[in-house]
């Protein structure tokens, strides 16, 4: 994906956005100008107005940009490619501050797939925050759901906001710490 961090937007139609890191929903308006700071897994972090919003992928449209497309699985796709699909999709979540995925950061602590007798999977995903007070949870959570939703033979998916045990640094992958200073 190219990066677009610090080109120029002007939102053309009105578009959902969250404002970060309250977590609050709002509506860009027509006409805003601002700049993209992140575009991260599909989704984007803009700046207007003096603040931060993230824009959903689905939207994209709204600031300029392509939408993502869907990944795609063969029809008699194993469970390891299932699985190795799965995992590339959580890495499509980044935390709308942090240039970093949910599941380098750690964030992820379980994620189990099972398949019901019409080859139907079904996802638990047990996920945290890196601090339990940020506005950004049920963002993040709905952004998990949404992206495993988009996968081929998914019936079901479960994701729940976990905090125990707490998230710490040890969690992050050496890539991430390093990509975060946190060496």
Sequence with gaps: MRRHENEPIVVNRDVKAVIIP????????????GYITQ???????VYVEGNLFRVAGADAD?????????????PDATDDQ?????WAQIRTVFD???????????LVYRC?????????????????????????GEVLVADVKDKLEALPTVKTVDVELVFDPPWSADRMTEAARLQTGMM
């Design 96 to 106: 709308p501050e942090i240039p970093v995925n949910i599941a380098d950061l750690g």
């Design 112 to 136: 189990d797939i099972s398949k019901d007798d019409n080859g139907q999977r079904n996802i638990k995903i047990d996920m945290t925050l890196t601090a339990p007070g940020c506005g950004m």
């Design 82 to 86: 299932f699985e190795e699909v799965t």
């Design 62 to 74: 709204a600031i300029g940009k392509e939408l993502v497309a869907p990944p795609e699985l063969p």
């Design 39 to 45: 575009a991260l897994g599909g989704s984007f972090t």
């Design 22 to 33: 309250a977590g609050i929903e709002v509506k860009l308006r027509t006409g805003s100008v």
